[in-house]
């Protein structure tokens, strides 16, 4: 009996201490937010991305590398608009790559927590919030420009024109290693890959480089990528090329390749925690990786044309806070529309969608991260808003990515945007098509 | 795997009191979920919508289980529903609300056509053949952009159509008045389901679970009743994809993978299978911690860890499901009650 009642006043004990706990964490996280909104001279930011799930790689390191940009913007004061200077805070919501929870998420931002501008990973959970986008007004950012079409005026990709860029990679390549003449693709059977494969197409037919086999698209819930690797290895390509497949993928395939003895040439438009695949593979199979996503202590990134603040410190401070292990594609990415947005919310003397889309576009060119850049997209998007201009080719060099050429994306569109569309075309991603 | 018991009696529903204090409660519960969206934020309803959609699933996913066979096929079914729903009014301009009973009957009619091979198969390989099924239907979706949108799927799909009659305007923009709609279609959805389950033909379900040699061998057709409850699942199952659809206004195959099947599982036998609400407590709770409390809680990035170790513990001390805590919770205040009176004698 004595020991019945002794279990039971600890179990009251222990909800009463939980339910307690609870509470004042839900209190103090209330709390504070009042507090900030009470002050009057805070602007929130929505940040509506996979923070969880096999995308989380392309969410969260951009979060926390939005938490660094406001940090400092704020230690500095803040960010000025008209006469005052308004501190920056951001609200993330984890929309787990999904259309429904996006749509939750951008309702909560934009209802409730009153942001004045929401940064999104984009693809397939751009349908889901762009009902929102249109009846609210607000203005978003995409890092996938495939999201863009004729109806999405409030949507601009300012920062990462994927999969555009990914023809830098394969001009650096054709014309520092003439000796390479075949290769081979493989994507992931979705939103991402296809796109990417289109554009893969035709950088390499533009660079003569030939296809030794149709794209091999696996499904995204593959896990043994072994079958596939020997696929793509069959006919001897002298390039291997992984698309933009996730981390999840690049990871394994590499593996794979190293596994099978490839000792070719691989590009990929992403490696994201490259280290671990040197840890796993070695320096001498990883030496000369192509990529498109430098690390930000790149001596390269100090260069007078770019535009991103202070990249090497920023690189040094995510390291210290996160673990450089953790620094991905996507790690600057989002500060860097940031850096944009807080300037056409400057020359806009205001905070608000409207005014700081016009701002933003003003001109028709922009500040882009590495360099200025101007709004294009009508015949691939069917709407300007994507910001493009050059971009970084990164090697990897005994283990470590270097950034070996900035390219223009305009001047290879210049020249080859009959290809670019056909292949486009060709895989059903023109934006009439989608 | 949780096996689905026989249905409870239900006699003290059955005299003249028990009939009052049931309709009574469910007077009550209707009267909750009617003001319940007026307690919650406008993104909290947002999720109530999805929940009410999500009910619908779980419930008919339960019904297939009654005879024994779980499927991880069935969010895939619920995506057949969606796609030809949002088809058929987007290519074809049917009027929405017809559009999604047909998705329904399309997701039935899939499931008639599947059940010829799947159920040639019991159990396990009941399970394999259900998920080797749903990806063949998944790959067609990606495969064939044309009509299905390929690996991006479809978007701008029509919503449901506003009312407005001049002195009556119903926007189902708002998640208010979607959840209105859903609920009264779930609600009935729901109320066939539970009807379905007490009826002869739920009994022999529960038979064939049971004891299908001996079901057989007084004249059942096992095969027929199987198909008949995996073909009835199903048509619910599609009829929560138009819901989902229409509301969401996009649909692509990663929507309907596995990963959202296992969700689907993880409802189910965290709720419990043997009784109808079962499976509806799992969604319930599961939704609340994992949308509302520990997204409260700025536990966003520990969701997964935090709903894994849930399911963990739930089979380790509640192997019944939360739907055995009612039953438990009754048993030990009798217990309590009693328990002076019984100390006393076993002193004695």
Same mark, same amino acid.
């Given at each position: 009996?004595?020991?019945?009642?002794?279990?039971?006043?600890?179990?009251?004990?222990?909800?009463?201490?939980?339910?307690?706990?609870?509470?004042?964490?839900?209190?103090?996280?209330?709390?504070?937010?009042?507090?900030?909104?009470?002050?009057?001279?805070?602007?929130?930011?929505?940040?509506?991305?996979?923070?969880?799930?096999?995308?989380?790689?392309?969410?969260?390191?951009?979060?926390?590398?939005?938490?660094?940009?406001?940090?400092?913007?704020?230690?500095?004061?803040?960010?000025?608009?008209?006469?005052?200077?308004?501190?920056?805070?951001?609200?993330?919501?984890?929309?787990?790559?999904?259309?429904?929870?996006?749509?939750?998420?951008? &309702?909560?931002?934009?209802?409730?927590?009153?942001?004045?501008?929401?940064?999104?990973?984009?693809?397939? &959970?751009?349908?889901?919030?762009?009902?929102?986008?249109?009846?609210?007004?607000?203005?978003?950012?995409?890092?996938?420009?495939?999201?863009?079409?004729?109806?999405?005026?409030?949507?601009?990709?300012?920062?990462?024109?994927?999969?555009?860029?990914?023809? &830098?990679?394969?001009?650096?390549?054709?014309?520092?290693?003439?000796?390479?003449?075949?290769?081979?693709?493989?994507?992931?059977?979705?939103?991402?890959?296809?796109?990417?494969?289109?554009?893969?197409?035709?950088?390499?037919?533009?660079?003569?480089?030939?296809?030794?086999?149709?794209?091999?698209?696996?499904?995204?819930?593959?896990?043994?990528?072994?079958?596939?690797?020997?696929?793509?290895?069959?006919?001897?390509?002298?390039?291997?090329?992984?698309?933009?497949?996730?981390?999840?993928?690049?990871?394994?395939?590499?593996?794979?390749?190293?596994?099978?003895?490839?000792?070719?040439?691989?590009?990929?438009?992403?490696?994201?925690?490259?280290?671990?695949?040197?840890?796993?593979?070695?320096?001498?199979?990883?030496?000369?990786?192509?990529?498109?996503?430098?690390?930000?202590?790149?001596?390269?990134?100090?260069?007078?044309?770019?535009?991103?603040?202070?990249?090497?410190?920023?690189?040094?401070?995510?390291?210290?806070?996160?673990?450089?292990?953790?620094?991905?594609?996507?790690?600057?990415?989002?500060?860097?529309?940031?850096?944009?947005?807080?300037?056409?919310?400057?020359?806009?003397?205001?905070?608000?969608?409207?005014?700081?889309?016009?701002?933003?576009?003003?001109?028709? &060119?922009?500040?882009?991260?590495?360099?200025?850049?101007?709004?294009?997209?009508?015949?691939?998007?069917?709407?300007?808003?994507?910001?493009?201009?050059?971009?970084?080719?990164?090697?990897?060099?005994?283990?470590?990515?270097?950034?070996?050429?900035?390219?223009?994306?305009?001047?290879?569109?210049?020249?080859?945007?009959?290809?670019?569309?056909?292949?486009?075309?060709?895989?059903?991603?023109?934006?009439?098509?989608? | 795997?949780?096996?689905?018991?026989?249905?409870?009696?239900?006699?003290?529903?059955?005299?003249?009191?028990?009939?009052?204090?049931?309709?009574?409660?469910?007077?009550?519960?209707?009267?909750?979920?009617?003001?319940?969206?007026?307690?919650?934020?406008?993104?909290?309803?947002?999720?109530?919508?999805?929940?009410?959609?999500?009910?619908?699933?779980?419930? /008919?996913?339960?019904?297939?289980?009654?005879?024994?066979?779980?499927?991880?096929?069935?969010?895939?079914?619920?995506?057949?529903?969606?796609?030809?729903?949002?088809?058929?009014?987007?290519?074809?301009?049917?009027?929405?609300?017809?559009?999604?009973?047909?998705?329904?009957?399309?997701?039935?009619?899939?499931?008639?056509?599947?059940?010829?091979?799947?159920?040639?198969?019991?159990?396990?390989?009941?399970?394999?053949?259900?998920?080797?099924?749903?990806?063949?239907?998944?790959?067609?979706?990606?495969?064939?952009?044309?009509?299905?949108?390929?690996?991006?799927?479809?978007?701008?799909?029509?919503?449901?159509?506003?009312?407005?009659?001049?002195?009556?305007?119903?926007?189902?923009?708002?998640?208010?008045?979607?959840?209105?709609?859903?609920?009264?279609?779930?609600?009935? /959805?729901?109320?066939?389901?539970?009807?379905?389950?007490?009826?002869?033909?739920?009994?022999?379900?529960?038979?064939?679970?049971?004891?299908?040699?001996?079901?057989?061998?007084?004249?059942?057709?096992?095969?027929?009743?199987?198909?008949?409850?995996?073909?009835?699942? /199903?048509?619910?199952?599609?009829?929560?994809?138009?819901?989902?659809?229409?509301?969401?206004?996009?649909?692509?195959?990663?929507?309907?993978?596995?990963?959202?099947?296992?969700?689907?599982?993880?409802?189910?036998?965290?709720?419990?299978?043997?009784?109808?609400?079962?499976?509806?407590?799992?969604?319930?709770?599961?939704?609340?911690?994992?949308?509302?409390?520990?997204?409260?809680?700025?536990?966003?990035?520990?969701?997964?860890?935090?709903?894994?170790?849930?399911?963990?513990? /739930?089979?380790?001390?509640?192997?019944?499901?939360?739907?055995?805590?009612?039953?438990?919770?009754?048993?030990?205040?009798?217990?309590?009650?009693?328990?002076?009176?019984?100390?006393?004698?076993?002193?004695?």
């Amino acid at each position: 009996m004595r020991k019945t009642l002794d279990r039971k006043l600890s179990r009251r004990k222990f909800l009463g201490t939980t339910a307690a706990s609870g509470a004042a964490l839900a209190a103090t996280g209330t709390g504070l937010s009042r507090v900030s909104f009470a002050a009057g001279h805070t602007i929130k930011i929505g940040f509506l991305a996979p923070f969880t799930g096999p995308v989380a790689a392309w969410g969260k390191p951009g979060y926390d590398g939005c938490l660094i940009w406001a940090d400092w913007v704020n230690a500095k004061g803040g960010v000025k608009i008209g006469d005052k200077s308004y501190r920056i805070e951001f609200v993330g919501y984890d929309n787990e790559y999904d259309a429904g929870k996006a749509k939750t998420g951008a &309702t909560k931002l934009i209802k409730e927590d009153g942001v004045k501008f929401i940064m999104m990973l984009g693809g397939d &959970t751009w349908p889901g919030v762009e009902k929102i986008a249109e009846r609210e007004g607000m203005l978003f950012s995409t890092l996938l420009p495939s999201d863009l079409s004729p109806d999405t005026k409030t949507l601009v990709a300012p920062c990462e024109v994927h999969p555009i860029y990914n023809v &830098t990679g394969v001009e650096w390549l054709a014309e520092n290693k003439k000796n390479l003449k075949t290769a081979a693709i493989c994507a992931q059977d979705d939103a991402l890959g296809k796109p990417s494969v289109a554009t893969y197409l035709a950088a390499f037919e533009a660079a003569g480089i030939k296809m030794v086999d149709a794209p091999l698209f696996f499904d995204p819930a593959t896990t043994d990528f072994a079958p596939v690797m020997t696929k793509l290895l069959a006919k001897k390509p002298d390039i291997l090329c992984l698309d933009t497949c996730y981390a999840d993928y690049v990871h394994p395939l590499c593996e794979q390749a190293f596994q099978q003895g490839y000792k070719g040439q691989i590009i990929s438009c992403t490696a994201d925690f490259y280290q671990v695949i040197v840890e796993k593979t070695s320096k001498d199979f990883m030496e000369g990786f192509v990529f498109q996503f430098p690390d930000f202590d790149d001596p390269a990134l100090n260069a007078k044309e770019v535009n991103f603040v202070n990249p090497n410190e920023f690189y040094a401070e995510y390291s210290k806070r996160y673990g450089a292990k953790e620094w991905s594609a996507v790690s600057w990415e989002y500060a860097s529309i940031m850096d944009l947005w807080a300037d056409a919310a400057g020359k806009a003397g205001s905070a608000d969608p409207g005014p700081v889309l016009k701002a933003m576009k003003a001109g028709g &060119t922009g500040k882009h991260a590495f360099g200025d850049a101007k709004w294009w997209g009508k015949e691939l998007f069917g709407i300007d808003n994507a910001l493009v201009g050059n971009w970084p080719v990164v090697v990897i060099e005994g283990g470590k990515a270097k950034i070996k050429a900035f390219k223009s994306i305009p001047a290879w569109w210049a020249k080859h945007s009959k290809l670019m569309i056909k292949h486009m075309t060709a895989l059903g991603q023109m934006w009439n098509q989608r | 795997m949780p096996e689905p018991a026989v249905a409870p009696s239900g006699s003290r529903a059955g005299s003249p009191a028990g009939r009052i204090v049931w309709r009574l409660r469910f007077a009550l519960l209707f009267a909750v979920l009617a003001v319940l969206p007026y307690l919650l934020s406008y993104s909290q309803q947002e999720i109530a919508v999805l929940l009410v959609i999500n009910v619908l699933l779980v419930s /008919s996913y339960r019904l297939l289980t009654l005879t024994g066979e779980w499927s991880l096929g069935h969010v895939v079914i619920m995506g057949v529903g969606a796609y030809a729903s949002a088809l058929l009014a987007k290519r074809l301009g049917v009027p929405v609300p017809f559009s999604m009973l047909i998705g329904g009957c399309m997701a039935a009619a899939t499931a008639a056509i599947l059940s010829f091979p799947l159920f040639r198969m019991k159990g396990f390989y009941f399970l394999i053949g259900s998920f080797a099924a749903g990806e063949i239907i998944r790959l067609i979706w990606k495969r064939f952009t044309d009509p299905f949108g390929g690996p991006k799927g479809l978007k701008r799909i029509d919503a449901f159509p506003n009312i407005d009659t001049g002195f009556l305007s119903i926007d189902f923009y708002e998640p208010v008045n979607y959840y209105f709609l859903a609920l009264i279609i779930v609600s009935i /959805s729901l109320f066939i389901l539970y009807r379905i389950e007490r009826s002869r033909i739920g009994l022999t379900f529960h038979a064939i679970h049971w004891q299908d040699r001996l079901a057989e061998s007084i004249g059942v057709d096992t095969f027929r009743y199987r198909t008949l409850a995996f073909v009835i699942a /199903s048509f619910f199952a599609g009829i929560a994809g138009g819901l989902y659809a229409h509301y969401v206004g996009t649909v692509n195959p990663t929507r309907f993978g596995v990963d959202q099947m296992v969700y689907v599982l993880v409802w189910a036998i965290v709720g419990g299978t043997a009784t109808f609400h079962g499976p509806i407590l799992g969604v319930i709770v599961l939704t609340v911690i994992n949308e509302i409390v520990l997204r409260g809680l700025g536990l966003d990035t520990a969701r997964p860890l935090i709903y894994g170790a849930i399911l963990i513990l /739930s089979v380790l001390y509640l192997p019944d499901g939360l739907e055995s805590l009612g039953p438990k919770l009754r048993a030990w205040l009798q217990r309590r009650r009693r328990g002076p009176a019984t100390a006393g004698g076993e002193a004695a």
